[in-house]
């Protein structure tokens, strides 16, 4: 049949209006199977992802987004290309471990994330080492060097760097001076010893209110782990995380401890505690004391109506906390170039300004050394010098507890400090989460 001119131009109308849809587009469907994080390198950008360990909404959501505003005006390039970043917010901790995890194994890994630094073994096959970018980059060196050595201890394993420190803390001691006056004690000295935290608790222990409380849900494992590292020496695992020590003579004196706060010295509430109702109470004046993370430093500095003061912790055999908190993490399944802009982010966030700000900002740590030089942390602890007790006490810090099978183990270790405080038998509950560790830890070794 022979073609007349209305038929070719038909045809050809037909044929643009199924390209502008992006039918028969190839280069579409190939960015459809690249995932949104790779979509910027066609156009001369490198669009990076960073999955950010929070929900959406909130006065923190604010900050990171501030910082990635700001970072993509500064016009920061690798390789010709701007470099941009957008935060993911995944939900916390453990909710942001699971989506990395189905990420990786759908092969759309976002380019880094802020996890925990003690999900490291979990992590391993999914992240790069750091020490060929970092010994090929002065700047970048500079900046590993400047970190506290306490908050390395679980950034680095088999001779290797695998994460960098972000927000990191350690427990605290925080005591409401006030309700200090009103039992007779000095509201400018903190119990210093386990002895005299039972002390302090039954003259603190009135009218309803509490003593200490200690939380039990949650993080409320690394809660214990300070205990346990008080309690004697050694940790409550090896360093290749390979083993656990749940049975130790520490270990089981440590939850011993715990359970008799309230049981037999009666300055703390039975049951088991909430980690975010904890510092609730401490914030209404309902209990005395607590122990929690650096973290919640500035919530309870703009929260409370009463003067509070925060102390190393208190000791047993030895003085101790376990360092906390998340890091960030360069993902393998990704392109070198956007390693080396994903590391670029790193470095400018972690500048020592802005770590210091971080600091102000948020109650964490500053995890550079020289942040605790810069003008606006000097005038922000000269004027509320709590801040500067947990960066001391990382003189007594030690490694979190970090091992294979994490969020395993994790769990057996969570489920006996809580089922001891709802009353089973101390020495019987860690006995069995020992022997159930380590058949979850036997293929490892």
């Avoid at 190939?30 to 909404?57: A, R």
């Avoid at 695992?237 to 130790?248: A, I, L, P």
Wanted: glycine letters at 6%; hydrophobic letters at 35%.
């Amino acid at each position: 049949m022979k073609k007349t001119p209305i038929f070719l131009a038909l045809l050809l109308f037909v044929f643009s209006l199924l390209s502008a849809c992006g039918i028969s587009s190839s280069s579409n469907a190939d960015s459809d199977k690249s995932g949104d994080s790779k979509s910027g390198e066609s156009n001369g950008t490198i669009d990076l992802t960073w999955y950010y360990p929070v929900n959406v909404g909130g006065e923190i959501t604010k900050v990171i987004d501030g910082y990635a505003e700001e970072f993509n005006k500064e016009g920061i390039e690798v390789n010709g290309k701007k470099v941009t970043v957008k935060p993911v917010y995944s939900g916390n901790y453990d909710e942001s471990m699971t989506k990395v995890q189905t990420a990786v194994k759908n092969k759309k890994s976002p380019d880094m994330a802020v996890l925990l630094s003690v999900d490291l073994f979990q992590l391993k096959d999914s992240i790069i080492p750091l020490d060929d970018m970092i010994a090929k980059d002065p700047e970048a060196k500079k900046m590993m060097d400047d970190f506290f050595p306490g908050f390395m201890l679980n950034s680095q394993a088999e001779g290797k760097t695998w994460s960098v420190p972000f927000q990191r803390s350690t427990v605290l001691l925080y005591y409401n001076k006030d309700m200090f006056k009103e039992a007779g004690l000095d509201p400018e000295k903190a119990p210093v010893n386990w002895d005299e935290v039972v002390d302090y608790g039954k003259k603190l222990s009135t009218d309803g209110k509490w003593g200490i409380e200690l939380p039990a849900t949650i993080s409320g494992y690394w809660i214990y782990q300070a205990l346990a590292l008080q309690a004697g020496e050694g940790n409550l695992m090896s360093d290749d995380g390979k083993e656990v020590y749940f049975n130790s003579d520490a270990a089981k004196e440590a939850l011993h401890y715990w359970v008799d706060l309230s049981k037999k010295h009666k300055v703390m509430p039975e049951g088991v505690l909430d980690w975010n109702t904890v510092p609730a109470d401490f914030i209404e004046g309902k209990t005395a004391m607590m122990l929690s993370t650096t973290g919640n430093l500035t919530n309870v500095k703009n929260n409370a109506d009463f003067e509070f003061g925060v102390a190393y912790l208190p000791e047993n055999e030895r003085a101790a906390t376990p360092t906390g908190g998340g890091n960030f993490y360069i993902f393998k399944d990704i392109s070198e170039e956007r390693q080396l802009a994903s590391m670029e982010f790193i470095k400018w966030i972690a500048d020592s300004e802005r770590a210091a700000q971080w600091s102000i900002d948020t109650g964490y740590i500053a995890t550079r050394q020289s942040s605790y030089e810069t003008t606006a942390l000097k005038e922000y602890t000269d004027s509320f010098p709590q801040a500067l007790t947990a960066k001391q006490q990382l003189e007594n810090a030690h490694k979190e507890i970090s091992v294979y099978e994490q969020g395993k183990i994790i769990k057996i270790l969570s489920d006996a400090i809580q089922a001891a405080i709802d009353g089973a038998d101390v020495d019987e509950t860690l006995e069995k989460a020992q022997k159930d560790a380590e058949a979850l830890l036997k293929p490892y070794k």
